[in-house]
C-alpha cells in the first residue's frame, strides 16, 4: 500500500511562491496517477491539479492555470506543485491523491489514497 506524505506548505506573502511535495512509501507509485486538492475553511474539498502515471498528461483547475505546476519524479517517488503568484484565496489545506486512474479524473471521489494535507496561508 502507498503512503503519501505533504510538506512545504506555509505563510507566504501574495505574489510568492510555494512548492509542495508528496513523498510516497510502500510500494512504488509509478503506476499511480496523483493529483493535489484543497480545501479552504467552510469549504468543500477541490481539485488543483492533477498528473498521469506516467507524468505525461496534466490537469488544471481554471483558478490555478498558469500559476501552479505539477510534476513528478519517479526516482524519489515524490510529486511537487510549484505554486507561483500566491492570492489569498490560494489558503487552504492542500491534499495529494493517488490513484490508478487513467485517464486523469478531477473527481474526490476517484482517488482511494490520501496524505494528511499541508497548511498554505496566503497573507495579503
Known amino acids: 500500500q502507498v503512503q503519501l506524505v505533504e510538506s512545504g506548505g506555509g505563510l507566504v506573502q501574495a505574489g510568492g511562491s510555494l512548492r509542495l511535495s508528496c513523498a510516497a512509501s510502500?510500494?512504488?507509485?509509478?503506476?499511480?496517477?496523483m493529483a493535489w486538492f484543497r480545501q479552504a475553511p467552510g469549504k468543500e474539498r477541490e481539485f488543483v491539479a492533477g498528473?498521469?502515471?506516467?507524468?505525461?498528461?496534466?490537469r488544471y483547475a481554471d483558478s490555478v492555470k498558469g500559476r501552479f505546476t505539477i510534476s513528478r519524479d519517479g526516482a524519489k517517488n515524490t510529486m511537487y506543485l510549484q505554486m507561483n503568484s500566491l492570492k489569498p484565496e490560494d489558503t487552504a489545506v492542500y491534499y495529494c491523491?493517488?490513484?490508478?486512474?487513467?485517464?486523469?479524473?478531477?473527481?474526490?471521489?476517484?482517488?482511494?489514497?490520501w496524505g494528511q494535507g499541508t497548511q498554505v496561508t496566503v497573507a495579503s
Open positions: 510502500g510500494r512504488t507509485f509509478g503506476s499511480y496517477a
Open positions: 491523491a493517488a490513484d490508478h486512474l487513467e485517464p486523469i479524473t478531477t473527481i474526490l471521489r476517484d482517488f482511494g489514497l
Open positions: 498528473i498521469s502515471w506516467n507524468g505525461t498528461n496534466t
